[in-house]
């Protein structure tokens, strides 16, 4: 199975949650193409339907997924419209399927500031005919400078998050969703 980690982090909550579905994919015998979106990033390296399953993930930025990723998801929905990729209805693509992940600090609303990012996210994949299998939400803490959010906000202390349970946890979600696809 041709596996594609696309994932966004700016604070390095989301590039621990990917890394870890990465290594638990190599573990189960798969290959990964694991790619971290940045500024920089060519939308025409990048091809969503060269792979049976992607998980794409996202810190959450004003309930969004970063800026790098929504430009690349801009420049992909474009090139994958004019191509013919996108179409009415958008049908289902066999052996095409998704897992979208956030993480996210929900300071002020909690897990409902992080649902605008993965919805938004997700869509790409349902206009081109993925299944979408899965959406997990990841608890991360805010960046030193911001310690009170981590601390004072709706999910309480949230410091250290992800930590090794929360990423063991992910883990055991990969190892689950592969166990699907044995022969």
Known sequence: ????NLYYSLSGNTKKVAERISSTVE??????????????????DVDLLDYDFVFNGSGVYQWLPGEPMM?????????????????????????????VYCTYGGVHTGKHEA????????????????????????????????????????????????????LKEIEEKTKGLFSQFKN
């Open 71 to 99: 430009d690349l998801f801009d420049e992909l929905r474009e090139r994958y419209n004019e191509i013919g990729d996108i179409k009415p209805g958008s049908p289902k693509r066999k052996g095409k399927m998704a897992v």
């Open 1 to 4: 199975m041709k596996v594609l």
């Open 115 to 166: 649902t605008p990012a993965v919805k938004y996210m997700e869509q790409m994949y349902d206009h081109l005919g993925f299944y979408i299998l899965d959406e997990w939400y990841i608890i991360g803490e805010y960046p030193n400078s911001y310690e009170t959010a981590s601390t004072e906000g709706r999910l309480g202390d949230i410091r250290g998050k992800p930590g090794e349970k929360d």
């Open 27 to 44: 573990e189960l015998g798969h290959e990964v193409n694991t790619v971290k979106i940045t500024v920089n990033t060519d939308a025409s």
